[in-house]
């Protein structure tokens, strides 16, 4: 056992002081994650005035109704996404069902555009808003349909757009009612704000953006850590100066992965301590279902990295095959952006890539979203992966230079 | 800790075969190791010293033979016998990020028993050392620090493969003294090396290695008899044709010439140097660097081979 810790805590040093490793396992990933935060969470934010929003009218104008509040209601929010006569930025970049999409379909994208931060609000009129206006106007008291502002709380950008649509709605629902004679403030259009996230929690851009950069840690941390390490270990002869011991390769390789898993042990920790302090995060990974799934993408892209060591014949030819994985299975495994809506070919690399169901596991784990996959596929794939490589990896890997 | 008295043989090999394709890197080879000595190969790159090596130190299989060490016959070195050997690679490499102290207490890990991380540091004199990272020590305290991480489980069996390649004569002397305390602490050490005075400073036994085979063995001193009476006369004469030395091989036991350099074998000197100065002086010919020696192992090799050990 003495021999596996002490491999294991030269693993750790040796990645900690050689200054390429650390670039990769710990500042590469926190640089990430911090520029991703500052760009994606503020989007809209002070200074420019200029929202994204979407609108969905879902309200029909009734046949000889004396008039159409709903319409009213999104022309302010159209007039407002209009270039004024100067030529200034409009107020919005607003974003309205095509025709004949289906208003089910078009509230959930746009409320996951919200949720990911590429959306300030969502502005939903329901159906039956103008009826329940004039109904109101003919007689106070009666129940009033509300108009639903969906926003990103943890967003600086969304909470403005919304506070201005409120702001607008208010003002339009003033006009009205001074013109009717009827204002009085318990009358005014109620306006209800949803979180995009759903179940009531508030799910910020950093909460979302944390457990796939972690994932992204671990992943660049074995497919680039492994093949980097045991390749130039093997190419210097270091390896073999261990063969000559009583070390066996078995307890090389669990005192050579304990040394990784700590390295991401403490990359998860580094992460979630910046995530929690400097962004604000408030996803919790404390439960077994998340630490389960951040154990699962550990040894998955161990694997992988122990799969680039055993076909790469140099420590140089390693990392250039790492680097060449690397692009497509980080980008297309929807650590950062959703992966729908890709042609056909990127999409099958999505389907193969275990980060795909890595991610999603992780991220219903700790509540961040709600999952598509069934659960015993986002464990099934990443473990084939694990078996194919280890597979690939005990017949091909060698452990000593060649002769 | 071995018997230094001892003359049972620690290791024995017989009939040691092993093959790459069509090339007998090692073909047939037997020899035995007495406790409490120093057992040198000698032979030049391929002779197939370092394969014996390997497979002594159980990084190869052999494809057929027997090796008996500490009282077992082996098909191959186990991890008790490894408990109990310790090896200094050719081109031995750490961890360049790892300190001194960590890379030999990550060695004392790999063994059941161990001796501590100050004693081995102390016995290699790289105590001042002890917290400079690998990739800043010198060729020497490299290879140093190489010779201590293989001894650092106080082994009874040491192989040292070509410990001094290298190393500047300052770092070659102080291998030597390590090797030879260790010889004088009964340890039993297998050495190679292209070193002829390495090996006849060092040696209590010398099988000489060509082509996978054992063309000779015995002590540096009865290696060089059987040479007989002969001295050795060298010199470098330019380029010479082989008819050119004609008048030289007409008065002495043989000539091999090495590109400018002249060996000239003899039994009966004065003769031959008659011969050799009348012949310089006739051709004029100047005969720098000469000098007249008594023959080495090396001479053994060229005697026994035709070529010179480091061809």
């Known amino acids: 056992m003495k021999e596996i810790l002490s491999i294991a805590r030269a693993q750790i040093l040796t990645s900690l002081r050689e200054r390429v490793s650390l670039f990769w396992f710990l500042i590469f990933p926190v640089f990430l994650f911090i520029v991703l935060n500052l760009i994606f969470s503020n989007i809209g934010q002070e200074g420019q005035m200029h929202f994204s929003i979407a609108l969905l009218n879902e309200d029909t104008p009734v046949a000889g109704a004396p008039a159409d509040f709903s319409g009213i209601v999104a022309q302010a929010f159209e007039h407002a996404a209009t270039k004024s006569p100067e030529g200034g930025q409009p107020l919005f970049d607003l974003t309205q069902p095509e025709a004949g999409e289906a208003a089910k379909a078009f509230v959930a994208r746009e409320r996951d555009a919200v949720r990911l931060g590429r959306l300030s609000a969502l502005i939903v009129i329901p159906a039956g808003f103008n009826q329940s206006l004039l109904t109101r106007l003919a007689t106070p008291g009666a129940p009033r349909a509300a108009i639903t502002v969906y926003q990103n709380h943890g967003n600086t950008g969304s909470e403005m757009a919304a506070a201005i649509i409120g702001q607008m709605i208010a003002g339009i629902d003033r006009e009205i009612l001074t013109k009717a004679g009827k204002f009085t403030q318990d009358d005014a259009i109620p306006v209800v704000t949803s979180w995009a996230g759903g179940e009531q929690q508030e799910i910020s851009y950093t909460d979302f953006l944390l457990p796939g950069i972690i994932l992204m840690g671990f992943f660049v941390t074995g497919l680039f850590g492994v093949p980097g390490s045991i390749l130039f270990a093997r190419d210097q002869r270091i390896l073999r100066g261990y063969w000559v011991t009583p070390l066996t390769v078995p307890r090389y390789l669990a005192g050579f992965t304990l040394g990784q898993l700590a390295l991401c042990l403490l990359q998860f920790v580094v992460l979630l301590l910046l995530g929690r302090f400097a962004f604000g995060a408030s996803v919790g990974f404390a439960q077994p279902l998340p630490a389960f799934y951040l154990l699962l993408s550990a040894l998955t892209f161990l694997a992988f990295g122990f799969l680039i060591a055993s076909v790469a014949k140099t420590a140089d030819a390693g990392m250039a095959l790492a680097n060449v994985i690397n692009i497509p299975m980080m980008f297309l495994g929807g650590l950062f952006f959703p992966t729908s809506g890709l042609p056909l070919a990127l999409r099958v690399i999505v389907w193969i890539n275990p980060i795909t169901y890595l991610a999603e596991g992780l991220r219903s784990g700790v509540g961040v979203q709600t999952g598509t996959l069934p659960t015993p596929l986002t464990v099934a794939v990443p473990v084939a992966w694990i078996g194919a490589c280890a597979l690939v990896a005990s017949r091909r890997l060698r452990w000593d230079v060649a002769r | ?311």
């Not at chain 2, 040198?40 to 027997?66: F, S, V, Y």
């Not at chain 2, 081995?120 to 020590?137: D, F």
Request: hydrophobic share 40%.
């Open chain 2, 1 to 311: 800790m071995t018997n230094a008295t001892s003359t049972q043989a620690l290791m024995r090999v017989s009939d040691l075969v092993k093959h790459y394709g069509e090339v007998h890197a090692v073909d047939g080879i037997s020899f035995s190791i007495p406790r409490a000595s120093v057992f040198t190969l000698l032979g030049p790159n391929g002779a197939g010293k370092t394969t014996t090596l390997e497979i002594l130190e159980g990084i190869r299989d052999p494809d057929g033979g027997e090796i008996e060490v500490f009282g077992s016959r082996l098909r191959r070195v186990t991890r008790d016998v490894k408990e109990r050997m310790g090896v200094l690679l050719q081109d031995a490499n750490f961890e360049p990020y790892l300190r001194v102290r960590e890379v030999v207490g990550l060695f004392c890990s790999f063994f059941r028993s161990h001796l501590s991380v100050d004693e081995i540091l102390e016995r290699v004199a790289l105590k001042e050392k002890a917290n400079a990272y690998m990739k800043t020590l010198s060729g020497g305290q490299q290879q140093r620090l190489a010779v201590g991480v293989a001894l650092v489980n106080d082994p009874d069996l040491v192989f040292l493969d070509e410990p001094t390649t290298g190393l500047d004569p300052q770092a070659r002397r102080n291998i030597w003294s390590i090797v030879t305390d260790l010889k004088v602490e009964g340890k039993t050490i297998i050495l190679t090396t292209h070193y002829m005075e390495e090996a006849e400073a060092l040696s209590d036994h010398v099988c000489i290695m060509d082509h996978g085979r054992i063309i000779a063995e015995g002590s540096p001193r009865e290696l060089a008899a059987r040479l007989g009476r002969e001295t050795i006369i060298e010199f470098t004469a330019g380029d010479l044709d082989a008819a050119a030395l004609q008048p030289i091989a007409d008065h002495c036991k043989s000539v091999y010439q090495d590109g400018e350099l002249i060996t000239v074998e003899t039994e009966d000197l004065v003769p031959t140097m008659e011969a050799l100065l009348a012949w310089a002086k006739d051709r004029g010919t100047p005969l720098s660097n000469l000098i007249v020696r008594q023959p080495n192992l090396e001479d053994v090799f060229l005697s026994l081979t035709g070529r010179r050990l480091r061809e």
